[in-house]
């Protein structure tokens, strides 16, 4: 493990899998993890970019890549749809994310004495969203999703037992992509919301969407991952 004067640490997970952990500068208010099942979250600019709009608002965010390198090499060269990933479909990936999540809290408190109890989000692009969504349905403690250009199609019946508040993000010009997001909403039974940003087949490709990105993923983090908490822990009291 590394440190830094920016607060961020790196690590290796067990499987292989490599992650940074980001903190803010202030109080933590949650935790944000970051995916894309394809071996390339920490290298993903845009990921970073958002990454650090969350930090700047008292969020941690970790980037965790579900595949080692040799997965990501040996996945590519398949050339495997998302509907059919082989070794590393939807399930396997939920389950390298949920030991993300293990080494999360138990790194966050044993480190930097952070509460267990941190409200807990997940940002997932392509067939990661869907395994980001899985995971959401077997957990009490996710709060809230965004899926960025995402497959939340992918996770099936399990979108229906989700309670985390979930935001899909797709770019307009994908239409098919359009139709796998809006399929996947009519399916969800928790507070949600899909936006279609305008001019654009990828939004990671023009700045202006970025942006867009970034602002609506920032208030749905803070709406449903800290409020949310905030309200919650006010009516436990």
């Not at 040996?74 to 999540?101: K, V, W």
Request: charged share 15%; aromatic share 8%.
């Amino acid at each position: 493990m590394t440190f830094s004067e920016t607060r961020l640490m790196s690590a290796t997970l067990p499987y292989g899998g490599r992650l940074l952990l980001g903190l803010p500068i202030t109080p933590c208010r949650g935790v944000v993890i970051f995916t894309h099942g394809a071996g390339t979250g920490l290298i993903n600019p845009c990921s970073g970019f958002i990454a650090k709009s969350l930090q700047r608002a008292g969020l941690a965010t970790v980037l965790v890549d579900l595949l080692t390198d040799d997965e990501a090499i040996y996945h590519e060269r398949s050339n495997l749809p998302q509907t059919d990933a082989g070794n590393f479909g939807i399930p396997f990936l939920a389950e390298r994310l949920g030991q993300g999540i293990a080494w999360t809290i138990e790194h966050l408190a044993r480190y930097y004495g952070l509460n267990h109890n941190l409200p807990l989000g997940f940002f997932a692009s392509g067939n990661a969203a869907a395994a980001a969504l899985l995971v959401a349905a077997q957990r009490t403690d996710v709060n809230a999703v965004v899926s960025g250009d995402g497959r939340p199609d992918l996770a099936n019946n399990a979108l229906t037992t989700v309670r985390a508040a979930t935001l899909l993000i797709v770019g307009e010009e994908n239409q098919e992509l359009v139709a796998q997001n809006q399929r996947a909403f009519r399916q969800l039974r928790c507070p949600r919301a899909i936006e279609i940003v305008p001019g654009t087949a990828e939004w990671v490709e023009k700045p202006a969407a970025l942006e867009t990105v970034v602002q609506l993923s920032r208030f749905w983090f803070l709406r449903y991952l800290v409020l949310n908490s905030v309200e919650t822990n006010q009516m436990a009291c």
